[in-house]
């Protein structure tokens, strides 16, 4: 695995669909997760300092920013619960990760900037008390926020800041060694916060990686290799579901099987390799024929089926005659020659009688039998082609 000791969230956003935005998805997942627990406990922590302070500091100035930790944490938990339901999609995590800053930013300066209001500034003890609960909160902001560098670090600093600043300024020796313990205590989260955050999102991109090669060897298997369409069990797979759903919903669906005529004669005298580009182009017709709904499938050697939901047997039947005609008329070139093909089409339409792909498949395999007997190059059906009962 390539590393990226780079991707931190202070670099602008990746471009979207890359692995560096996939893994900062991941790292704005986790911090919204992360986020609601550590505001309640935020809320815990304001209520024992005002309770500390209660008989020494000012009562309305406590009050004041006890409302606000309130009001910003409902807001963020707000925030948190909105992200959860609407389960943003990569394009968007942009600006949820912006509010999610912005947000963190002003409950942090509620609490370095309130902890400085509040404070009693003739009760050193006090002072300390505060200064020590600020501490804290930092640290569990580290422990919160370290999948997000920059989240961690805009904590980190709105919270211990303010206070360390105030106590450095003072003309007290006690207030600016608490003030100098301050700064290696910010210097040593955000490296700690940085080296961890590294190495977390190592953890997210291996994740990622995983996954992507997880639904490649997932696809792959259920992929026919030669003509990219799906394979005989991946056809079986979706066309059971889809004729459960039919019977559930009591709606039409029909099955077109085709195969080329006399694929045999083209491999033996052209070779396989001449075999297989014809292949290849008649698979790119019938995609092209299928519409988003439609599975189109190679489940043989040569033969084909094309899954048709919500569609009667009359119109499958119009389906394959204009299959039938654009695989006549198609020209492959092939080692300097052109070669052409046709192709025997067999319908069958989901009623009482038909309830299983495999009663489906079998139907459409003896509409194509009669097709290939009468002539081959033409469409046959099963009888009666009627409305689903």
């Not at 977390?200 to 639904?215: D, I, N, W």
């Not at 299983?356 to 498949?361: G, I, K, N, Q, V």
Request: glycine letters at 6%; aromatic letters at 8%.
């Amino acid at each position: 695995m390539k590393s990226n000791p780079r991707l931190t969230p202070i670099t602008p956003w990746p471009a979207i669909g890359s692995l560096d935005a996939h893994i900062r998805a991941a790292e704005v997942r986790v911090v919204f997760q992360q986020a609601p627990p550590a505001q309640l406990i935020s809320v815990a922590a304001a209520l024992v300092i005002c309770f500390a302070l209660w008989d020494v500091a000012s009562h309305t100035r406590l009050l004041l920013w006890f409302g606000a930790i309130a009001v910003c944490v409902t807001g963020r938990i707000w925030l948190a619960v909105a992200f959860k339901k609407k389960k943003p999609q990569l394009e968007a995590m942009r600006s949820w990760e912006t509010a999610f800053l912005v947000s963190l930013a002003i409950v942090s300066l509620v609490w370095g900037l309130g902890g400085w209001y509040v404070m009693p500034h003739n009760s050193p003890i006090h002072q300390a008390i505060i200064y020590f609960y600020l501490m804290g909160v930092a640290g569990g902001a580290v422990a919160t926020y370290s999948a997000h560098a920059l989240a961690s670090a805009v904590a980190i600093c709105a919270l211990m800041l303010p206070v360390t600043i105030g106590f450095g300024l003072q003309d007290s020796l006690e207030l600016r060694a608490l003030a100098a313990g301050g700064v290696l205590y910010v210097l040593a989260a955000l490296r700690s916060t940085r080296s961890f955050g590294f190495f977390l999102r190592q953890t997210f991109q291996l994740s990622y990686e995983l996954q992507q090669a997880y639904s490649r060897a997932r696809d792959l298997s259920r992929t026919d290799e030669l003509t990219g369409l799906a394979n005989r069990r991946a056809f079986v797979e979706i066309g059971t579901a889809a004729i459960d759903q039919a019977k559930r919903y009591n709606r039409t669906l029909s099955l077109v099987m085709f195969d080329i005529d006399n694929f045999k004669d083209i491999n033996d005298t052209h070779g396989h390799a001449a075999g297989d580009e014809v292949l290849r182009a008649v698979a790119v017709v019938v995609r092209h024929a299928a519409r988003v709904a439609d599975t189109p499938g190679r489940i043989g050697g040569e033969e084909f089926a094309l899954l048709l939901p919500e569609t009667t047997g009359i119109t499958a039947i119009a389906v394959a005659e204009r299959l039938r005609r654009d695989v006549a008329t198609l020209t492959i070139g092939f080692d300097g020659k052109v070669l052409q093909c046709t192709c025997s089409f067999g319908v069958a339409e989901r009623h009482a009688g038909l309830t299983t792909l495999d009663a489906l498949l079998s139907s459409a395999d003896q509409a194509l039998y009669r097709a290939k007997t009468a002539g081959r190059n033409r469409v046959s059906t099963s009888v009666p082609v009627s409305r689903v009962s």
